[in-house]
């Protein structure tokens, strides 16, 4: 059984940083590709940030680019994504994602799913 956690997300102040992180288990003689998606109230699911199984390329929304920063830890089993500067806009419930192919943005590519986290951005 493949599992993905979320961990890390909470109430934070705008302006403030905040990192999320997600554990992948199961399949552990597979290589994935990994992703980050959010979904605010009342909106659809948008795509965030993916990461290669090599880490040596990154994608990220245009909203977030230059704020956050998705990485690999060294088992690349975990992934994370910091968020600096963060805004109300920022507000979602965020998910992370595994891909056995290079899919990028495509919400409909990849293959598995965390329950998610709530990061919420005050004022």
């Known amino acids: 059984q493949v599992q993905l956690v979320e961990s890390g997300g909470g109430l934070v102040q705008a302006g403030d940083s905040l990192r999320l992180s997600c554990a992948f288990s199961?399949?552990?003689?597979?290589?994935?590709?990994m992703g980050w998606f959010r979904q605010a109230p009342g909106k659809e699911r948008e795509f965030v940030a993916t990461?290669?199984?090599?880490?040596?390329?990154?994608i990220y929304a245009g909203s977030v680019k230059g704020r956050f920063t998705i990485s690999r830890g060294n088992a690349k089993n975990t992934v994370y994504l910091q968020m600096n500067s963060l805004t109300p806009e920022d507000t979602a419930v965020y998910y992370c994602?595994?891909?056995?192919?290079?899919?990028?943005?495509?919400?409909?590519?990849?293959?598995?799913w965390g329950q998610g986290t709530q990061v919420t951005v005050s004022s």
């Open positions: 994602a595994a891909s056995r192919l290079l899919v990028g943005s495509r919400e409909s590519g990849y293959d598995y």
């Open positions: 199961g399949r552990t003689d597979s290589t994935y590709n």
């Open positions: 990461i290669w199984w090599s880490g040596g390329h990154t």
